[in-house]
């Protein structure tokens, strides 16, 4: 019992440093309104702003266990547009292109299911 415990924290913790980590970068990183813009979103720049926003947001509920069934939602549907507008126009390239660069937002979505499933 423990184990699945400790495995259940580190899972959290990992998930919510990774949320954090990208949102801060979204918000002091210079060169990712570029990104944004490129990908052809109306208000790119505050559509970045929101993005960080609710990644920081979400990553400290998951890093305090607050409302972590909310928050891995919102998370979801970020990754699942991220995969969408950001990886999904590399199967151009190949299939296992694809799978290659869409490789740790797959892991991260299934970290988030995870997480979705311990709060039912």
């Not at 959290?12 to 949320?19: E, G, S, T």
């Amino acid at each position: 019992m423990k184990r699945a415990i400790a495995s259940s924290n580190l899972i959290h913790y990992l998930v919510a440093y990774v949320f954090l980590a990208s949102g801060i970068f979204k918000l002091i990183s210079e060169d990712l309104g570029g990104v944004f813009v490129s990908l052809g979103l109306p208000y790119p720049l505050n559509t970045m702003f929101m993005v960080a926003i609710v990644e920081i947001a979400c990553g400290i509920c998951i890093l305090l266990n607050r409302y972590v069934k909310i928050a891995v939602i919102a998370l979801i549907v970020i990754m699942v547009v991220a995969i969408l507008l950001t990886k999904v126009p590399v199967l151009h390239a190949g299939f296992f292109h694809f799978l290659f660069e869409a490789r740790l937002d797959f892991v991260m979505l299934g970290l988030l299911f995870i997480l979705f499933r311990q709060y039912k």
